[in-house]
């Protein structure tokens, strides 16, 4: 038998949670040292099971192949030597983040005389829900042990074999070094009922992230009575300035950034879905249109751009309403002349939430566009592909964040932890 | 006709966000001295029309009087032109507080050139939903404001023309000084459908406070899918350990905090529900049940606290297995014996979340008690009463949550905030 087939009956969900919440408790107490050798221990067990993970992962392979899904899903679960060793060596980048459970804020005498801070703890447990990919299954049960919370990790049912034998080597290493090995379990439950019951388990499970497509999202924060911290679903702008476009070079740099945003990787949710471009900046489009196209871009275009493009000869469709606001995940991006900053910015306030960048050189301009787009990342003469855990300087994420709640962004060690009050006193008494 | 039947037919729920949302936009971009003016405006306004809102108010008290509404319920709707200059006070007091919004981080340069940092902004759009206490309304306008944030208010029905009447006079006084009235919006619909599309506009709300009840908090939770700030509920643990009884100056500071944790507002969220009681400090109980006694306490004890205070001529009921982990609200508290710390732990582990104390005078303990405990607040030989905002420095609190995500505690202007991104660069795309 498999470890899936083994535990095919396994506890309930609600049995999971209360052990993850004993778990926990043992976790949020942990030195830095214990959470940092258990990530070795996860990373080296990796390492020494390659091939009953390997073996796992192919009857996930297998069955994707017949039961006929696209080419892309099946590279997307497939593990090999290389995938495992890159995964083994996310989980000792984590070890070496720092550790920000314990950190506490100077003492604040109060007129009573208490003494008071507050003190960076773990979340508790959290719960993961997650499709495709089964590195993810690693990479959250690194950030969750090293951030001292216990994880429940749902994976999507194309990578159960997988998951089920990750979560095995994981568990196997929280024990060989002493802790409870129910700090990452893994629901090997298949069925939709399991996902429920876990959104409900408030009593239990301290936050919900989903990571995965807008219906998922969607099923979370329609279901749940845990928090759930939605993220990764936004539509990204990106507005070009006129002042942008008064050098050649300028131009070229507005030719990489966009080329940049769109290509580099369609499938992200920081990949540029909207063009503004100022009217005072329309000249610059032909250029920048035909380098997308060169890269296998659709555009769709307002009958504005459209006219700009007809005259140079560069192919576009045109936009329906439903281009904006829209999040392509594609070789695809809509085009919108606006009149200014001004148009821009009630187009984004309209639209975005995710990722906004601006493309001018005039400093006044910049300032209103950092202050006024109210979305998790606003980049000035960047690409948005920046909005990541890894390049601001987290050195991982468990998600992106795009509600505004607890955390905004990429979420790394820190936003898996919260605070608590701690208040010293000496008999006193409210008055 | 009032105010209250001139908008019987008010805009939608979903009309109300979008306006707010669009008065968000406005709020979030506003100097400290803007908002400062703008709540001496409202401060200035409650005194000036304290007549119209008095005539509101009696209607209130009338309707409440005659639908036979208890006493103490009557008296916690009723104002009175003291009552009203309390109000004004405060808004006054929460225009004095800093100002959190603008808050950056310094900006980490990253390997790729660019150059990050963190605001903090307003979260943009709130929902209050509270019971009775038209105070709130005032309140919570006067922290939305402040922090930059517009919000939607839904008081009790009891209290409908009361808050009719202040959001009247919110709404004239941000108008006075040029900002959007509809920064704070009253629901003046007591339908208990509209709580609900409330709770379900999450493309325009961002969060939702509920004050009240633990039905009200329940009945968020089930049914939002704007992300809910939970607060409020939760039981208040305090363990005596027998370090704190050596000295008789030791068990009267003990019995004064005791008493001032039940006594002094028993209705609170953070008045104490369980006393648990080292079993080598049993000696101290009679005194401290008789103190409780003395001020109309009534105590439900376990077998062995009970035998001691048979013993010492001490009524007590016996305890059941609900009156642990209950929150009473009420001049009534449960007593444990317990084996000693460990035994402690245990039990608020299962069983705490809000407040728990210790009084101890060893100092090992003290650090176990304060590390191991998981709760919005650890208070160490003090009362619990102090988990307050005004008490613990925040200056005023819109609510105290006991949920781990976003705020934990007291929540002030900093905890209405949450932070964007900014990344500064000068033509850097990803490789």
Redesign the interface.
């Known amino acids: 038998m498999t470890a899936l087939d083994e535990r095919a009956l396994q506890t309930s969900i609600r049995d999971l949670g209360v052990q993850a919440r004993a778990a926990g408790?043992v976790l949020?107490?942990l030195p830095s040292e214990r959470k940092v050798a258990a990530l070795h221990a996860i990373a080296a067990g990796l390492r020494e099971r390659h091939a009953e993970i390997l073996t796992a992962n192919a009857r996930d392979v297998e069955a994707a192949v017949s039961s006929g899904l696209p080419d892309a899903m099946v590279a997307r679960l497939k593990l090999d030597a290389r995938a495992l060793e890159t995964i083994a060596a996310d989980v000792l980048a984590v070890s070496r983040l720092p550790d920000p459970v314990g950190e506490t804020t100077p003492e604040?005498m109060?007129p009573?005389g208490?003494r008071?801070a507050t003190?960076r703890?773990p979340?508790?447990v959290l719960g993961v829900i997650y499709e495709s990919r089964p590195n993810v299954t690693v990479d959250v049960a690194a950030l969750g042990v090293m951030s001292g919370n216990a994880v429940i990790l749902r994976g999507g049912k194309e990578t159960i074999h997988s998951n089920a034998s990750l979560g095995d080597v994981v568990a196997a290493a929280l024990a060989s070094v002493g802790l409870p090995p129910t700090a990452v379990q893994v629901i090997r439950d298949p069925a939709r009922e399991r996902v429920l019951e876990l959104l409900k388990l408030?009593d239990l499970v301290?936050?919900i992230i989903p990571r995965g497509g807008a219906g998922l999202h969607r099923f979370c924060?329609?279901n749940a009575?845990v928090?759930?911290?939605v993220g990764g679903i936004g539509v990204v702008h990106l507005y070009l300035d006129h002042s942008f476009t008064h050098t050649a070079e300028d131009v070229q740099?507005a030719v990489?950034?966009i080329?940049?945003?769109k290509v580099?990787k369609p499938s992200a949710c920081n990949a540029l879905d909207t063009l503004l471009i100022d009217r005072a900046a329309l000249d610059s489009l032909p250029v920048i249109a035909r380098d997308l196209a060169a890269h296998g871009v659709t555009l769709r275009a307002d009958p504005d751009a459209q006219a700009v493009l007809d005259a140079a000869g560069v192919s576009a469709q045109p936009a329906q309403d439903a281009d904006f606001g829209t999040e392509f995940l594609a070789l695809t991006a809509s085009v919108k002349v606006v009149a200014g900053l001004d148009e821009a910015l009630d187009f984004i306030?309209a639209h975005g939430n995710h990722t906004d960048v601006i493309l001018s050189r005039d400093p006044a301009q910049i300032d209103r566009f950092?202050?006024?787009v109210?979305?998790?990342?606003?980049?000035?003469?960047?690409?948005p592909?920046?909005?990541?855990g890894g390049?601001?300087?987290l050195g991982a994420e468990v998600a992106i964040s795009t509600?505004?709640?607890?955390a905004?962004?990429p979420m790394a060690l820190r936003e898996l932890t919260?605070?608590?009050?701690?208040?010293?006193?000496?008999?006193?008494?409210?008055g």
Chains 1, 2 share one sequence.
């Open positions: 408790r949020r107490s604040a109060q009573s208490i008071v003190r703890v979340l508790g408030d301290d936050a924060v329609e009575t928090p759930v911290i740099t990489q950034i080329r940049n945003a580099q306030a950092v202050q006024d109210d979305s998790a990342a606003v980049v000035v003469n960047a690409s592909r920046f909005n990541d390049q601001l300087g509600q505004k709640l607890h905004r962004g919260t605070t608590k009050w701690v208040v010293m006193g000496n008999g006193q008494v409210r």
